[in-house]
């Protein structure tokens, strides 16, 4: 086995051009550090499909009767409780539909994001969430910064710079909302959920088009995931 082995070596060596010997050695480390990259990449939509075949259905649910009520708010003549539950709605869109299960890709580790979220939680929990969605969402070629609404303007810097503050000003203030406010924070819900969970689904190989549910994972392996809730 040896003696084949030093053969090898030997006629590899002979094979190669004296003058470009380096660039072959370049090449094939690059096509090893490829390897590493994909294999890595591949390892890392491990936990965000756990996380969402176990979750994402309680959490769908949950962000159902979130988004109904504050619909029905805003049909009702209500239009300061539309604000408050649609930014409900995304709060617990980019904490459990995006941050978190996208951290625990990025850390390959339950432990290390839920060390993260605790953190988060401890300080301006929603402010930070806010802050690192753009970021994380980067990681996987996702860019949430450049979506824009119905009317133009941009997805995430509308409700940074302009629902949030709206809703802080009722939440805290009593201030009152306009019908168009209130839809406009409608649809920033709504924009992030359909737009961008729904690119994350497809993106973990999710199939909810055929499946309708996140337990049943639309892999070549047909996996089925025990539903459970966060919120328990």
């Known amino acids: 086995m040896l003696l084949s082995l030093v053969a090898d070596a030997s006629e590899l060596a002979m094979s190669r051009d004296p003058d470009s010997w380096y660039e072959e050695e370049y090449w094939e480390e690059i096509g090893r550090q490829e390897d590493i990259a994909n294999a890595i990449k591949n390892l890392s939509k491990q936990p965000i ?58 850390f390959l580790s339950e432990n290390w994001a839920r060390i993260l979220i605790n953190m988060i939680i401890q300080r301006r929990k929603q402010a930070i969430e806010r802050e690192l969605l753009p970021l994380v969402l980067g990681m996987y070629e996702i860019g ?77 392996e047909e996996i089925l995931y025990e539903p459970k809730s966060p919120f328990a």
């Open 49 to 106: 499909r756990d996380f969402l075949g176990i979750y994402g259905d309680a959490i769908d649910k949950r962000l159902d009767d979130v988004i109904a009520q504050a619909r029905y708010a805003r049909q009702g003549g209500y239009p300061r409780f539309c604000v408050v539950g649609a930014v409900t709605a995304i709060e617990l869109t980019t904490r459990y539909m995006l941050v978190e299960p996208l951290l625990q890709g990025a």
């Open 144 to 220: 949430i910064d450049e979506l824009k609404l119905a009317n133009g303007s941009l997805l995430w810097k509308t409700f940074v710079t302009v629902i949030v503050p709206k809703r802080n000003a009722i939440v805290h203030a009593g201030e009152n909302a306009t019908p168009d406010e209130a839809d406009l924070a409608l649809e920033c819900a709504n924009t992030l959920r359909m737009e961008v969970v729904a690119h994350v689904a497809k993106k973990m190989d999710f199939d909810l088009e055929t499946n309708g549910f996140w337990y049943n994972h639309g892999d070549a």
